[in-house]
């Protein structure tokens, strides 16, 4: 992630494509490790029916840029960025304690052999199909 300063952080993001994956999100996922999160391409919209515990979001659009955050969003409720055109849900404090801020933009990288890689939900993520925009790979 690239801050609006010129600044770096890393994060390591599992990708729901599905909707099946979008709708149940964290659900049945268990709490996520600092610096983790769940990218769900395309979403504009989140809940939080059925959590025990907040969660950090990030509203993204179709140019990767941070348009809407926020922090410690609690259960039970709905979030909404017209704007936006995917959405990270983060474990809670990773928005402050990462210094992320509307204006940050996502910085796609390929993982390394020595990266660590979850288990892909459902259908493998083609980000150049969610973002049309994507140059394509050389």
Do not use: Y
Not at 3 to 29: E, H, I, K, N, Y
Not at 61 to 83: N, Q
Not at 92 to 102: A, H, N, W
């Amino acid at each position: 992630l690239l801050r609006p300063d010129g600044s770096r952080c890393s994060l390591s993001l599992r990708c729901a494509g599905r909707f099946v994956d979008r709708l149940r999100g964290l659900l049945g996922l268990g709490p996520l490790a600092q610096g983790h999160g769940l990218w769900l391409v395309p979403c504009k919209a989140v809940h939080s029916f059925g959590m025990r515990a907040p969660i950090d979001l990030l509203f993204v659009d179709a140019d990767f840029e941070v348009v809407s955050v926020r922090s410690m969003f609690g259960p039970w409720r709905i979030a909404l960025c017209r704007r936006a055109r995917s959405t990270i849900e983060m474990a809670p404090g990773d928005v402050i304690r990462l210094r992320i801020t509307v204006g940050s933009r996502l910085v796609l990288e390929r993982p390394t052999s020595t990266d660590l890689r979850p288990e892909p939900l459902g259908r493998a993520f083609d980000a150049r199909r969610s973002f049309p925009g994507l140059p394509k790979r050389s």
